[in-house]
């Protein structure tokens, strides 16, 4: 854990940081939890054992990422977004005996960004490089480049990897930084590359 | 206040909490908050003098639970859950005088769970094992036994006290617990129990 | 900083924080951060540098306020509500390079109230005493004295300065607090005050 930065008022019990991260004031990352390089875990996030963070994750202020969710590289969760692991919420203090409790799993792909106070329903996986708008509440999966939103979120349109809006036509160039996309059977890709990001 | 497990960097000032209880880093509980046994209060949450917890409730990272604000045995609150007391929220700090604030309660009765980020008007009482979508804004009464969602949040059918759905039938039965329900004028209630529970 | 009142378990380091001011456990409030007199900014909060606070701003538990927010004397954000300075998130951590990051400002006018857990996308000014429902996503102006909610947020009607909901015609008068409303091309005024406020 060489060349991290802890906030002197955040806790970093976590043995496995990546270089160059940083973690903020009142944020808190349990042991086991697996932390990336030059990541920014801002104030009052806090990042629960199991979970695992790419590389270049930015975690926005008051978001908690649970045990079974995965943030690829270069993710970001603005500020309040509310992730889960649990489809069946209930309290089970007073029982006795084991609990009915049953993990199901979150992945957010490669680039991908979630709008402030969005709400991820765990069970999905959001494809690389796209977007959830403010707000939206995710219920199924988000297709690579696609920009969601609204409560339950639909699909928007197209957005670049530089995050401006493309037409959304078989095969589309961001006017920003002319990037070019095709789409086939599994998606849209970058034109030129070799298929899809391994990660 | 035996065996209460207060972390290190939470603050719990309450003389009222449970047994077995556990409260967690950067939660803060008020003097005048009571707080039943058992109950598990999450990294970042906050309970205000005058909120009334039962036993078993859990509440996740980020909720505030207000004064006027009363959540029932084993009552589950998912991050970032917003509640509010407060129908006509003004800032008043300039003015002189008495304030007009008028506090509006909110019930969440026995066994209830609320989804991730979900907002809670006041002035409602959320039924017994219902449960609450997440991201939904609930602005009425929610049926006990009743799965809410949406903005504003409406009803989607029945849930089973162990959390599975079930057909909105006059008789309806669990296809995981096996637990059968009834319907008569006062809402659902479980066959063969009398009545609904006093809390 | 006389009189400015500091939980020993905040972080407090602007050195423009106006007389009366509170500012409660686990809040942070960055350096360069300029806040009025006589505002409450509650637990878990965030005050980023370069945001703007007026006088008798309540800022509720959860809320982060960006660089590039301006909040006018007695602005009102109930908990959890969910404030942006960027309208293209993308994380660049991984980068070589300036970033591509473009600050997008948000003005919220004197006496506006945002319910809680609400969302407010950059860019967007909110007029003064306007009313934003709980779990709304702004996402466009909001006129003054209008109540919006709803994913995205749509006027749903009049609210008087004393936050009653008023009639939406030419003429309009509280029937709580007997302020009389007039409407002309700049927008609702109180009858007999000589025009918008300064701030």
Same mark, same amino acid.
């Given at each position: 854990?060489?060349?991290?930065?802890?906030?002197?008022?955040?806790?970093?019990?976590?043995?496995?940081?990546?270089?160059?991260?940083?973690?903020?004031?009142?944020?808190?990352?349990?042991?086991?939890?697996?932390?990336?390089?030059?990541?920014?875990?801002?104030?009052?996030?806090?990042?629960?054992? @199991? !979970?695992?963070? *790419?590389?270049?994750? %930015? &975690?926005?202020? $008051? #978001?908690?990422?649970?045990?079974?969710?995965?943030?690829?590289?270069?993710?970001?969760?603005?500020?309040?977004?509310?992730?889960?692991?649990?489809?069946?919420?209930?309290?089970?203090?007073?029982?006795?005996?084991?609990?009915?409790?049953?993990?199901?799993?979150?992945?957010?792909?490669? @680039? !991908?960004?979630? *709008?402030?106070?969005? %709400? &991820?329903?765990? $069970? #999905?996986?959001?494809?690389?490089?796209?977007?959830?708008?403010?707000?939206?509440?995710?219920?199924?999966?988000?297709?690579?480049?696609?920009?969601?939103?609204?409560?339950?979120?639909?699909?928007?349109?197209?957005?670049?990897?530089?995050?401006?809006?493309?037409?959304?036509?078989?095969?589309?160039?961001?006017?920003?930084?002319?990037?070019?996309?095709?789409?086939?059977?599994?998606?849209?890709?970058?034109?030129?590359?070799?298929?899809?990001?391994?990660?």
């Amino acid at each position: 854990m060489d060349n991290v930065f802890v906030h002197p008022h955040a806790l970093a019990e976590s043995e496995t940081i990546g270089s160059g991260t940083r973690i903020w004031a009142f944020a808190h990352v349990m042991k086991g939890a697996q932390i990336g390089a030059k990541c920014n875990i801002c104030d009052h996030a806090f990042v629960e054992s @199991g !979970a695992v963070l *790419g590389n270049g994750v %930015t &975690i926005k202020n $008051g #978001v908690s990422v649970w045990n079974g969710v995965t943030l690829e590289d270069e993710v970001f969760l603005g500020p309040n977004v509310a992730l889960t692991n649990d489809m069946i919420p209930r309290s089970h203090q007073l029982e006795e005996g084991p609990s009915n409790f049953e993990l199901v799993p979150t992945r957010i792909c490669h @680039g !991908a960004s979630v *709008g402030a106070n969005a %709400t &991820i329903v765990c $069970g #999905v996986t959001i494809g690389e490089y796209a977007m959830v708008g403010a707000g939206a509440v995710v219920t199924r999966d988000v297709p690579a480049y696609t920009l969601v939103a609204g409560v339950p979120a639909r699909p928007m349109g197209l957005v670049c990897r530089c995050g401006c809006r493309m037409a959304d036509a078989d095969i589309s160039e961001c006017g920003t930084c002319g990037r070019r996309y095709v789409r086939d059977d599994s998606g849209w890709s970058v034109q030129g590359e070799t298929g899809h990001r391994d990660v």
